[in-house]
C-alpha cells in the first residue's frame, strides 16, 4: 500500500480533568493516540483500562493504544473489544514468536495488533515478520514521558521498514512516536512513516487544530501523498 498521512494526538499531553474537551479540539485528526504506563516496563505511570475507555463516548475517531507495560498477554487483549489498534512493545515479550502469537490473539478478538519498539531496539527481528502486525510504532525517544528530543537516528529503521513493505506489497503500517512536530515530521515523512503521533506540538499549542494541520501539511509536503 501507498504511504499515508494520519495524525494522531497523543492525550498524553491533554488536560486529563477535561479529556473530552481536549479530544474536541484536535477534532481535524485522523486518529487519537492512549499511552497507557504502569510504573514497571517505563519509570511512570499514566492510567488504565477505565481511564481509556471514559473517552468512548465522546469520539467516534480510531482508538490507538500504545501500551507501555510489562506482561502485554495479561492486560493487552483486554483493550482489544473497545479500541481500534492496540501496540504492545517488543521488549515486553520474550521474543519475536511470542509477539507474533500475542499479535493474532489480538486480531482474533477484533482489533488491529501493532508492535512497538524503542529507540535501540533493532528492527531486523520484525522484517520477516511484518505480515502479522497492522503497525510497527518506532519510538523516536525512550517511552515513559511527553515533550522529549526527537532522535533522527532511529529514521533508518523507518527506512528499512518502508523498503520491506514495499516489496511484500504489505498494508502494515509505519507509526513515529515522540518529538514529532512541524519538522521532525517532514524528517520521518521522507524515511517512509504513515502515523505521526504527536503530544506536545498539539496540546501545547494555543490551538490544537491548527497544530495538527500544520503536521499534516509537513508530511504530505516531503512526501506529495495527499492520501488519507
Ligand atoms: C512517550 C509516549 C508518547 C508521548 C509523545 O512515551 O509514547 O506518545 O505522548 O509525546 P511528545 O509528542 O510530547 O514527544
Ligand atoms: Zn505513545
Known amino acids: 500500500m501507498t504511504q ?40 511512570n505511570l499514566s492510567f488504565g483500562l477505565p481511564v481509556a475507555k471514559s ?11 500504545h501500551l507501555m507495560i510489562e506482561d502485554p498477554q495479561r492486560w493487552a487483549p483486554d483493550y482489544a473489544a473497545d479500541f481500534d489498534s492496540v501496540t504492545f512493545h517488543l521488549e515486553a515479550v520474550e521474543d519475536i514468536d511470542a509477539a507474533v502469537e500475542l499479535a493474532q490473539e489480538l486480531r482474533a478478538k477484533g482489533t488491529k495488533a501493532g508492535v512497538s519498539i524503542k529507540p535501540k531496539t533493532a528492527v531486523e527481528p520484525l522484517l520477516d515478520h511484518l505480515a502479522s502486525f497492522d503497525q510497527i510504532l518506532v519510538m523516536s525517544v525512550e517511552p ?10 532511529v529514521l533508518s529503521k523507518v527506512e528499512a521498514l518502508r523498503s520491506r513493505i514495499d516489496a511484500d506489497g504489505l498494508d ?23 502515523v505521526y503521533v504527536a503530544g506536545s506540538s498539539v496540546y501545547g499549542a494555543n490551538d490544537p487544530a491548527a497544530a495538527v494541520d500544520a503536521i499534516r501539511q509537513a508530511a504530505d509536503g516531503a512526501t506529495g501523498a495527499t492520501a488519507r
Open 4 to 43: 499515508r498521512t494520519l495524525i494522531a494526538p497523543s492525550i498524553l499531553a491533554a488536560d486529563f480533568a477535561n479529556l473530552a474537551a481536549d479530544v474536541a479540539r484536535a477534532d481535524n485528526a485522523d486518529w487519537l493516540h492512549i499511552d497507557v504506563m504502569d510504573g514497571h516496563f517505563v519509570p
Open 55 to 65: 473517552l468512548l463516548p465522546h469520539t467516534d475517531k480510531h482508538l490507538d493504544v
Open 144 to 153: 515513559g514521558f511527553g515533550g522529549q528530543k526527537f532522535m533522527p537516528e
Open 172 to 194: 502494515t503500517l509505519i507509526e513515529i512516536d515522540g518529538g514529532i512536530g512541524v519538522e521532525t515530521a517532514e524528517q520521518s515523512a521522507a524515511a517512509g512513516v504513515d
